[in-house]
């Protein structure tokens, strides 16, 4: 009886230590790490607005930059992180919701809280360098 109360009294306690529905993570996966073109062409554009670059802790396309904040994983595999926007020509620095989904190892949908999701496909060249 005492063996099944003390396993009674560790289940009561056990949900305290389990691990949180989505944890934090440190950085964005380095599967997603890269650089991504919504068309083949801007994967050899630097200056392309379907070119996006994503960091361990940013992620930028052509008039915008996202530094991320908290990132945490999803049930579905996705990644949603806190961030604040900087979008050029702006002074604002509004803060912002950012979604990614690896679909496959050269598909990433990125959807951010005031754009409609988008694909890129991963980019096999490093673009232009001057």
């Known amino acids: 009886m005492k063996t099944f ?36 062409d801007a994967c050899d554009d630097e200056d392309s607005d379907g070119r996006l670059t994503v960091e361990a802790k940013r992620v930028a396309s052509f008039a915008s930059l996202f530094k991320l ?40 949908i990125v959807k951010s809280d005031r754009d409609d999701a988008i694909t890129y496909s991963r980019c096999r060249t490093s673009g232009k360098t001057g």
């Open 5 to 40: 109360l003390a396993a009674l009294a560790f289940l009561s306690v056990a949900p305290a230590f389990a691990q949180p529905a989505n944890p934090s993570l440190p950085a964005l996966p380095k599967e997603m790490i890269g650089i991504w073109g919504f068309e083949a």
């Open 69 to 108: 904040g908290e990132i945490k994983r999803q049930p579905d595999g996705s990644v949603k992180a806190a961030a604040t926007r900087f979008d050029e020509g702006e002074k604002r620095r509004p803060r912002a919701s950012l979604e990614l989904k690896l679909v496959a190892p050269d598909k990433l």
